[in-house]
């Protein structure tokens, strides 16, 4: 059993290093992405793409990256219980205020250009887990935290949030990838250097998911 936790320990040590590289790694490459090709963003301008090209950057920084670090929290950092939730809890706010200005972004540019709203599949699975994600913050807030339940309540919730927690997380990978792919569609992108960045994203938020969900799923006991 030793050996068996011992093992997990360097599995989620190695698996956070590569969650963080990865993270590092999807934020310059859609940087360059929306900088390089897209002309960068704004909330205003006269160029309208730019106020549209805030949604992607947002929602990923948001619901992917600030999500992703919410949900390894308490595999990754060292630290009292308490401490850990607060942190938990302080990534979550980051990411639902992130992932809230993203989705104004998309809606403002659809105003400003008389483009209709809600008429994809990406749209309909991103506002669904934004207001999941919003309802499973609420609920770990005031069940672990403010005002808190009792502990044996608690004890019988924490494993239904984690689930909820990780379904709503895939749901945001979901989201993440039919917008890349909407976007590549879209903008009629075939075999070019934006069309192979894109791509790249796509694969690289797939590991970030993945890896997340490893770290979560793997047991550890803290003393």
Not at 61 to 83: D, V
Not at 103 to 130: C, Q, R
Not at 202 to 210: P, V, Y
């Amino acid at each position: 059993m030793a050996r068996d936790r011992s093992s997990h320990r360097v599995t989620i040590l190695l698996a956070t290093i590569f969650i963080h590289l990865l993270g590092v790694s999807i934020t310059l490459l859609v940087l360059y992405w929306l900088v390089n090709f897209r002309e960068g963003f704004a909330f205003t301008s006269h160029v309208k793409f730019k106020i549209f090209n805030l949604h992607p950057l947002l929602m990923i920084l948001g619901f992917i990256i600030f999500f992703g670090e919410a949900l390894i929290t308490y595999k990754a950092i060292p630290g009292t219980r308490h401490a850990l939730k607060l942190i938990h809890l302080l990534f979550h706010l980051v990411a639902l205020v992130t992932g809230a200005l993203g989705t104004y972004a998309v809606f403002k540019y659809h105003n400003e250009l008389d483009i209709p709203h809600m008429y994809t599949l990406h749209s309909w699975i991103g506002l669904s887990t934004l207001c999941l994600f919003g309802f499973q913050l609420l609920l770990g807030f005031l069940v672990f935290l403010f005002p808190g339940a009792k502990l044996a309540t608690r004890a019988s919730i924490a494993p239904w949030h984690i689930l909820f927690g990780l379904v709503i997380f895939a749901m945001v990978i979901l989201s993440a990838e039919t917008g890349l792919i909407e976007k590549f569609i879209f903008q009629k992108l075939k075999h070019g250097q934006e069309a192979f960045v894109v791509n790249f994203i796509g694969l690289l938020i797939l590991l970030f998911g993945t890896f997340v969900g490893l770290v979560v799923a793997l047991p550890l006991r803290r003393k």
